[in-house]
């Protein structure tokens, strides 16, 4: 019998840039263990005319993931931060009670080609942490643990799996899995999963009970204790889940919160300017008029 109890299909999202695959949240599953949003962003081939431009926006209860395959990003927040992440790193930023921060082009690339390809990730935080001081970590790729096993290619960017420990500081049990394959080989690592469980396919294929899957499709585990499947030539997918909370999640916009008052609160605090400011940025990101629904368990 197939482990697979739902199959996500990646869908166009125009985020005023240009267009990226939204994975996370689906209207028949909202999360996978903490995780609440999954952007896959790319591959653009970006112009020497055009750049990323996100301006100043706000978060809360939360914690943002951004991973790159190419490109780069320059981060910038409240907190001071100026950090340009590249392919490989990990930009980790926890918004707790308020955070704002923008995403544009490096002005060394503004005025030449470049391509942007990556994932952009958000974790809920458990209710006891949301209103958590912000915080921000920049972790390199060779901070992060990888190795092969029976001929695959592993790296754990966040959480831990494996009797290993990824050094992005995660405040929930749970996991996010980079694998890669230059031949067929079968996997299974179930044993070293827990909590509900997604695979994401960037590249290649996987083949689970006679049934071929392609890029742009997450797969969401019956149990992840039996995750198991065939990893074609040369293909690469992500594997990430942990447990999931006892309460529902509230999302308007860029604000996750356990309590709508949370949400209304910070959408009150956004559009007085009461947020802090990023050093050196004058731009402000007004709040949409509607863009709000709940995660159900």
């Known amino acids: 019998m197939s482990n697979i109890n739902l199959i996500i299909e990646e869908r166009p999202s125009d985020i005023g840039n240009f ?30 005319n ?49 955070i704002v921060h923008s995403e544009r082009t490096p002005d060394y690339l503004r005025h030449s080609d470049k391509n942007l390809h990556g994932l952009q990730i958000w974790v809920a935080l458990p209710k006891e942490l949301e209103e958590m001081e912000p915080s921000f970590v920049h972790i390199t790729e060779e901070e992060l643990p990888a190795w092969d096993m029976d001929g695959v290619s592993i790296k754990l960017i966040a959480g831990e799996a494996f009797g290993r420990k990824s050094p992005v500081p995660v405040y929930s049990p749970l996991y996010f ?20 469980s997604g695979l994401y396919i960037l590249e290649g294929s996987i083949e689970s009970d006679g049934n071929t899957f392609l890029p742009k499709q997450l797969l969401v585990a019956k149990d992840s204790s039996l995750c198991e499947f065939t990893l074609n030539d040369d293909s690469v997918v992500y594997i990430f889940g942990g447990e999931p909370f006892p309460e529902p999640r509230h999302i308007y916009w860029n604000f996750v919160a356990s309590s709508p008052e949370m949400i209304e609160d910070a959408k009150q605090r956004w559009t007085n300017r009461e947020f802090p400011a990023i ?14 629904f709940s995660i159900k368990k």
Do not use: C
């Open 279 to 292: 050093p050196g940025e004058t731009g402000f990101v007004p709040l949409p008029e509607q863009t709000g």
């Open 50 to 98: 055009e750049n990323l431009d996100v301006g100043p926006h706000p978060h809360i209860g939360l914690s943002t993931l951004t991973y790159l395959f190419e490109g780069s990003i320059m981060h910038r927040d409240s907190l001071g931060t100026v950090m340009e992440i590249r392919p490989g790193q990990v930009n980790w930023m926890t918004a707790g009670r308020g």
């Open 19 to 48: 267009l990226v695959g939204r994975l996370l949240p689906f209207r028949k599953k909202r999360t996978v263990g903490p995780f609440a949003f999954i952007d896959h962003m790319g591959p653009a081939a970006l112009k020497d």
């Open 177 to 196: 899995i980079e694998l890669k394959s230059t031949h067929k080989q079968k996997v299974s690592i179930g044993r070293n999963l827990f909590g509900e």
